[in-house]
């Protein structure tokens, strides 16, 4: 069955360094997402992104974030300053059309010391 | 700001008995998904809802849409220690580019 991949499963980095977390969606999906969870809350929207640019932002994902989808299979979410309380699993997500079915990977646990 | 409020949040019991969660908002989904989560894992797609009234039966566990399409339920009939996990419902709205509102989540422990 199709998935969702991402990597690496755990990123350790210090405060103030840059970070690509790299995804790759599922091969004929459109819409692509990213996501965080704080360790004890709930899976936060991130961003949208479909035909090259982004459909949504939400608030959290400021100046400091940015996404990309560099060659035809992979879709990476760039953090350039990274902050302690960036610290969480992310997660990429992809659907065929915007009202589909999500599928998640598995996550990147970013720690940020 | 659109809300998913997700109870319980904590949920233990024993083995073979029933139970439900819920999750309300007072928006109106275009649409709503139930995922489990394991530890460490990414949620995990159970079903999606789209029509209010509708039900969807995956083996023991009933997924219901409310009439209006701003509540939905989940119900597992003879819980067993396999169905112990994060339960998460995240719901979509209209024109919005897909973006999922999450819930916080029903912790559910099974004991045998």
């Known amino acids: 069955e199709p998935e969702v991949t991402q990597t690496p499963s755990h990123q350790v980095t210090q405060m103030g360094q840059e970070v690509i977390l790299r995804c790759v969606p599922i091969?004929?999906?459109?819409?692509f997402y990213w996501y965080r969870q704080i360790l004890g809350q709930k899976v936060e929207f991130l961003v949208s992104?479909?035909?090259?640019?982004?459909?949504?932002k939400s608030e959290i994902f400021d100046d400091q974030f940015s996404v990309e989808r560099p060659d035809g299979s992979n879709f990476t979410l760039k953090i350039r300053s990274t902050k302690l309380e960036d610290s969480a699993m992310y997660f990429c997500?992809?659907?065929?059309?915007?009202?589909?079915?999500?599928?998640f990977g598995a996550g990147t646990r970013l720690s940020v010391l | 700001t659109q809300l998913l409020e997700q109870s319980p949040q904590f949920l233990s019991i024993q083995e073979g008995e029933n139970l439900t969660v819920y999750c309300n908002s007072s928006?109106?989904?275009?649409?709503l998904q139930w995922y489990r989560q394991e530890p460490g894992e990414g949620p995990v797609l159970l079903v999606t809802?789209?029509?209010?009234?509708e039900v969807k039966k995956l083996k023991r566990l009933t997924f219901q849409f409310g009439d209006a399409r701003k509540d939905s339920s989940l119900h597992i009939t003879a819980a067993q220690p396999g169905d112990t996990g994060l339960y998460l419902c995240?719901?979509?709205?209209?024109?919005?580019?897909?973006?999922?509102?999450f819930g916080q989540g029903t912790e559910l422990s099974v004991k045998p």
């Open positions: 997500a992809s659907s065929a059309l915007a009202k589909n079915i999500q599928y």
């Open positions: 091969s004929n999906h459109l819409y």
């Open positions: 992104f479909y035909n090259n640019e982004i459909s949504e």
């Open positions: 928006s109106v989904f275009s649409s």
């Open positions: 809802v789209v029509t209010g009234g």
């Open positions: 995240a719901g979509a709205w209209g024109n919005q580019g897909g973006k999922l509102i």
